[in-house]
């Protein structure tokens, strides 16, 4: 497998993955929406507050 096709999947893998994955602002809790779509709401409390979860988090602080 040559270099770029491998980080081709790669990149491809990682927005199937991370895309489609929201998490709540209140519990903290995955909510896996429809591609592309963000979920209505929390399915453990409810929470409109959802944010898309990031692949790479920093730790900085
Ligand atoms: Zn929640």
């Not at 909510?31 to 929470?47: F, M």
Request: glycine share 8%.
């Amino acid at each position: 497998m040559k270099k770029g096709e491998l980080m081709a999947r790669f990149k491809e893998a990682d927005a199937r993955i991370f895309a489609n994955i929201w998490i709540c602002m209140r519990c903290n809790s995955k909510n896996k929406g429809t591609t592309g779509k963000k979920p209505t709401k929390c399915r453990k409390c409810n929470s409109k507050g959802l944010r898309l979860k990031k692949k790479a988090l920093k730790k900085t602080g």
